[in-house]
């Protein structure tokens, strides 16, 4: 199985930590986006740590992926829809496809052996590419230098 | 009531990817993988109420167990709005809830108990993120000439947002 990241949700920490932001506050969202730009990357991590802990994965919604995912039979997608019934796959060649998720599927993946592989393949490329590197610390327990 | 887009997915991302496979672009293709966020605010919960009938979505909503209701914060009705005893009537309502609400924090009942006799006219701020696939049936529905007048200027403004961010995918409103 091949995983290449074809898009994802700009500045996904700040994003998640938005989400968390709007159900406690009642201040507009350039207010929020401001106290967290000032705040900045720390408290962004105080937050998604919260939401981790509180096992409130609602607000991890709002950071989606989508990939290409390559060498991946159609029987086996078709396990991993069924099971994972918020996966979105389209079938691009015969094992090719662009899947979307967001990241609350994939802890959700990451946390069920019938999905764990998968999950550690989809990391591992977040990883190399920098993507999210406090959540993928906080979520996977995994240390990535941010690019 | 006020819309905003808060992020969208590169459409041309997704194109190369297509592209690169040999796969035409459609939007049909492609309508399960571009996604929006959304900050609405100042719209009455009876809209929010509404709105959250849409499945695929994900939502995070201003919590009133935590947040102080205000007087100030609620939606007036056009239909409302223009008839005097109709407002009167509407008005008076609003005063003896928020009175009541205000006596029962000062006694000390919770945020979220006191919450029980706010209207549905109170005016409320959430994010939203969904997929176009998800909005194109949200608008297709929520536009209709039979929708309630609030969810259906929300759906226009979305509508709005969601063709200048990805005109492409915005040529007709498929209908499921």
Same mark, same amino acid.
């Given at each position: 199985?091949?995983?290449?990241?074809?898009?994802?949700?700009?500045?996904?920490?700040?994003?998640?930590?938005?989400?968390?932001?709007?159900?406690?506050?009642?201040?507009?969202?350039?207010?929020?986006?401001?106290?967290?730009?000032?705040?900045?990357?720390?408290?962004?991590?105080?937050?998604?740590?919260?939401?981790?802990?509180?096992?409130?994965?609602?607000?991890?919604?709002?950071?989606?992926?989508?990939?290409?995912?390559?060498?991946?039979?159609?029987?086996?997608?078709?396990?991993?829809?069924?099971?994972?019934?918020?996966?979105?796959?389209?079938?691009?060649?015969?094992?090719?496809?662009?899947?979307?998720?967001?990241?609350?599927?994939?802890?959700?993946?990451?946390?069920?052996?019938?999905?764990?592989?998968?999950?550690?393949?989809?990391?591992?490329?977040?990883?190399?590419?920098?993507?999210?590197?406090?959540?993928?610390?906080?979520?996977?327990?995994?240390?990535?230098?941010?690019? | 009531?006020?819309?905003?887009?808060?992020?969208?997915?590169?459409?041309?991302?997704?194109?190369?990817?297509?592209?690169?496979?040999?796969?035409?672009?459609?939007?049909?293709?492609?309508?399960?993988?571009?996604?929006?966020?959304?900050?609405?605010?100042?719209?009455?919960?009876?809209?929010?109420? =509404?709105?959250?009938?849409?499945?695929?979505?994900?939502?995070?909503?201003?919590?009133?167990?935590?947040?102080?209701?205000?007087?100030?914060?609620?939606?007036?009705?056009?239909?409302? =709005?223009?008839?005097?005893?109709?407002?009167?009537?509407?008005?008076?309502?609003?005063?003896?809830?928020?009175?009541?609400?205000?006596?029962?924090?000062?006694?000390? @009942?919770?945020?979220?108990?006191?919450?029980?006799?706010?209207?549905?006219? @109170?005016?409320?701020?959430?994010?939203?993120?969904?997929?176009?696939?998800?909005?194109?049936?949200?608008?297709? =529905?929520?536009?209709?000439?039979?929708?309630?007048?609030?969810?259906?200027?929300?759906?226009?403004?979305?509508?709005?947002?969601? =063709?200048?961010?990805?005109?492409?995918?915005?040529?007709?409103? @498929?209908?499921?």
């Amino acid at each position: 199985m091949k995983v290449l990241l074809a898009w994802s949700s700009p500045h996904p920490e700040r994003t998640i930590a938005v989400a968390m932001r709007r159900c406690y506050s009642t201040k507009p969202i350039e207010d929020i986006e401001t106290e967290l730009e000032q705040k900045g990357p720390e408290y962004w991590k105080y937050l998604l740590g919260k939401a981790l802990q509180d096992k409130s994965l609602d607000v991890l919604e709002h950071f989606v992926l989508t990939l290409v995912v390559e060498e991946v039979a159609p029987a086996e997608m078709g396990r991993l829809t069924r099971n994972f019934p918020y996966l979105r796959a389209t079938q691009l060649g015969s094992n090719d496809w662009l899947l979307t998720l967001n990241a609350r599927t994939l802890v959700e993946l990451w946390k069920d052996p019938r999905g764990k592989s998968f999950a550690e393949t989809i990391v591992a490329e977040l990883s190399q590419k920098g993507v999210c590197p406090i959540f993928s610390e906080l979520a996977f327990g995994v240390k990535v230098n941010a690019s | 009531m006020r819309a905003k887009l808060l992020y969208h997915t590169d459409l041309d991302a997704i194109k190369r990817v297509l592209s690169q496979k040999g796969v035409a672009f459609e939007p049909d293709v492609v309508m399960d993988h571009v996604v929006y966020m959304f900050e609405i605010e100042d719209c009455s919960r009876v809209t929010t109420h =509404q709105l959250v009938r849409h499945r695929a979505v994900s939502y995070d909503q201003e919590s009133q167990r935590f947040s102080a209701a205000t007087r100030e914060g609620v939606v007036t009705p056009p239909s409302v =709005q223009s008839n005097d005893a109709g407002y009167r009537a509407y008005d008076e309502a609003l005063k003896a809830v928020y009175g009541a609400y205000e006596k029962m924090v000062a006694a000390g @009942i919770p945020k979220e108990d006191a919450r029980y006799i706010l209207p549905g006219a @109170i005016k409320t701020k959430l994010v939203m993120t969904l997929n176009a696939r998800s909005l194109m049936h949200l608008v297709w =529905q929520r536009t209709a000439l039979q929708a309630q007048w609030e969810i259906r200027e929300l759906a226009a403004t979305l509508h709005l947002l969601a =063709q200048e961010a990805t005109p492409e995918l915005w040529t007709k409103i @498929i209908e499921r």
